[in-house]
């Protein structure tokens, strides 16, 4: 995710709506709710198809955003250093909760093999991903195969570990790692 955009007014509203958050201004929470929920329920459709895994994890992302925002800890070195931003930290914890849906889902019926739905437009997050890097590595990116960008966008853009996009993309934690390899390997090669 790139943290210079923002979702719904700006990355200093934002952060400072989860701090009033964290001393349980249920106001805040509110408009944090009203700002971040649309966007944070397209990212998860993007990657689950299932409305009501969708509806949980929006759930349990906001109950645990509500419980835990005094943790959030937006501070960076510079204004113009990655991270801290309070969109990233909410996506965060949404990713790892759609994880545990996916492993629970899993435990009683097996994941199929076509998670991510076929999209007809680009994501947002390959198109700012495509022109945050410029042209030639956005073009790179094009040229991936499919499953090799859905590892990138799990692996690079939400930050998950190998298992856990191993449960997220339906395949073995090997798949993942070779997948990683080769999107490496392919991009290095058509930047040389």
Not at 39 to 46: D, E, K, P, S
């Amino acid at each position: 995710m790139n943290d210079q955009l923002s979702v719904g007014g700006s990355r200093q509203d934002e952060e400072r709506l989860l701090r009033r958050v964290a001393r349980a201004d249920l106001d805040a929470f509110d408009e944090l709710y009203r700002r971040t929920s649309p966007w944070l329920a397209i990212r998860l459709r993007r990657r689950c198809a299932d409305d009501g895994i969708v509806a949980e994890v929006l759930q349990d992302t906001y109950l645990t955003v509500w419980r835990a925002a005094g943790s959030f800890s937006g501070i960076r070195p510079s204004p113009d250093a990655p991270g801290g931003s309070a969109a990233g930290w909410i996506w965060t914890i949404a990713a790892r909760r759609l994880v545990d849906a996916l492993r629970r889902r899993a435990r009683v019926q097996e994941v199929p093999t076509d998670v991510l739905p076929v999209r007809s437009a680009p994501a947002a997050e390959d198109e700012a991903l495509a022109g945050s890097f410029g042209s030639e590595v956005g073009a790179a990116l094009d040229a991936l195969a499919p499953e090799l960008r859905a590892v990138l966008a799990a692996m690079v853009l939400d930050g998950l570990t190998v298992r856990e996009t191993s449960v997220l993309l339906g395949v073995p934690e090997g798949t993942v790692k070779s997948r990683a390899r080769r999107a490496r390997n392919a991009l290095r090669e058509a930047l040389a």
